[in-house]
């Protein structure tokens, strides 16, 4: 059985860092693209960046380019991501997921499996 399970959220103040981890178990880890999604109360849940299998290509929503970097460690079989610079409107239950295929893409529609979410909360 597939598990994911984030940790590192938290409440910050705007302009602080956080920095997210997701150990994943129970899947060839490095076979399959990650991500790291949110959603924010009364909205959708939302794409916010992805990393291919290799951890060579990695792609980002426009509101986090150049505040967010997502990277992975194959060999403790553990994405991550960092966050820079919080904004309020980052505030959110972050979510990992890893992807039905080996390519970073920007869509929920190619999740396979969910992790149970890590709350986000950036005060201004």
């Known amino acids: 059985q597939v598990q994911l399970v984030e940790s590192g959220g938290g409440l910050v103040q705007a302009g602080d860092s956080l920095r997210l981890s997701c150990a994943a178990s129970?899947?060839?880890?490095?076979?399959?693209?990650m991500g790291w999604f949110r959603q924010a109360p009364g909205r959708e849940r939302e794409f916010v960046t992805t990393?291919?299998?290799?951890?060579?290509?990695?792609y980002y929503a426009d509101s986090v380019k150049g505040r967010f970097t997502i990277s992975r460690d194959n060999a403790k079989n553990t994405v991550y991501l960092q966050m820079n610079s919080l904004k309020p409107e980052d505030t959110a239950v972050y979510y990992c997921?890893?992807?039905?295929?080996?390519?970073?893409?920007?869509?929920?529609?190619?999740?396979?499996?969910w992790g149970q979410g890590t709350q986000v909360t950036v005060s201004s």
């Open positions: 997921a890893t992807l039905k295929v080996k390519e970073a893409v920007t869509t929920t529609g190619m999740v396979k499996y």
């Open positions: 990393i291919n299998w290799s951890g060579g290509i990695t």
């Open positions: 129970g899947r060839t880890f490095s076979n399959y693209a």
